[in-house]
């Protein structure tokens, strides 16, 4: 086999497991991040420790993110080639078929399940219940109700509470939640500037989303969640104790970023919407946990 046939087999499956684009793993990865250097600061957590988890839930955030992708367009397949930007990923465009999919799904989903036997049993319960039940039953809200992405704000932040109890045996739950609510904003800001893009091709194919239900009030409902991010982010702070230097570079950082989405985004041009997308992966999750690690660094030499 040549390397342009081996290509022409593997592309197709990295395209699947949207391996080829950052800002949606790391859409899972931050949230983790972020839960665990806030416990870190909290607890007085060791260096090599808070290292050795975040590089657990690094991987754990990338495949997972993988095999949600995988599933999604299972289950989308149908829906998928009836929206423009959609049409073309290789399931939709019958690259790969169902049952390759399926098999290509399978080893993803046991190196989920194999990264949490490495945690806690109580650890393993809660991971458990968002990897076969939250995440499973995502792809299915968009057909029932105009707000999958308030299913998706809990599933695809899960990672927080599971996090935490990998962590420490006594996390603060109170922290984690309010980090879980701002997250919850987060994704149904992001996630509905992403649904921007399509409207016009979802009413058509019958998909549901905040986008059609928001309609004119886009950039208001936007705001909402952006406010609500940020307070809930700013309480998690608070109750993980950093200090204001950190609290100001996260807080204050994300504020503005949010701002900048906020006055430049189109509702009405899909690149647009695109580009504001990806912006939160790749940019206003690593202001967040600038100021974290930069308070954890200063407890640590204090």
């Not at 060791?46 to 839930?57: C, D, G, N, R, V």
């Not at 919850?184 to 194919?205: E, N, P």
């Not at 230097?245 to 009405?268: C, K, M, N, R, V």
């Not at 647009?272 to 200063?298: A, H, P, R, T």
Request: proline share 4%.
């Amino acid at each position: 086999m040549t390397m342009g046939d081996a290509l022409h087999v593997v592309v197709p499956y990295i395209k699947l497991a949207r391996l080829h684009i950052l800002a949606g793993p790391s859409l899972v990865w931050w949230p983790c991040a972020w839960a665990l250097t806030l416990v870190a600061i909290s607890t007085g957590m060791p260096t090599i420790i808070l290292i050795k988890m975040l590089s657990l839930f690094f991987i754990g955030s990338f495949t997972l993110h993988s095999a949600e992708c995988v599933w999604n367009d299972i289950c989308d397949v149908d829906f998928d080639r009836k929206v423009e930007r959609t049409k073309n990923r290789p399931l939709a465009a019958g690259q790969i078929s169902l049952q390759a999919a399926g098999l290509f799904l399978l080893p993803q989903v046991c190196l989920c399940l194999g990264l949490l036997l490495l945690t806690s049993a109580e650890t393993i319960y809660v991971g458990l219940f968002g990897l076969f039940f939250l995440d499973t039953l995502y792809p299915l809200m968009k057909r029932v109700t105009y707000w999958p992405q308030a299913w998706l704000g809990i599933a695809i932040n899960w990672g927080i509470p599971v996090a935490g109890l990998a962590a420490t045996d006594r996390p603060d739950w109170r922290m984690l939640g309010a980090l879980l609510v701002g997250a919850w904003c987060w994704t149904l800001h992001y996630d509905t500037c992403y649904a921007f893009q399509d409207k016009k091709d979802d009413v058509d194919a019958g998909v549901k989303s905040t986008a059609l239900l928001f309609g004119q009030w886009g950039r208001p409902f936007l705001l909402f969640f952006s406010v609500g991010f940020i307070t809930s982010l700013w309480s998690a702070t608070r109750l993980a104790n950093m200090g204001m230097l950190g609290t100001f570079l996260s807080i204050g950082g994300a504020a503005f970023h949010l701002l900048w989405q906020l006055l430049t985004i189109d509702p009405e041009n899909p690149m647009s919407c695109g580009s504001v997308f990806k912006s939160n992966g790749e940019q206003l999750g690593w202001i967040v946990w600038s100021g974290m690690l930069l308070d954890y660094q200063l407890k640590q030499f204090a």
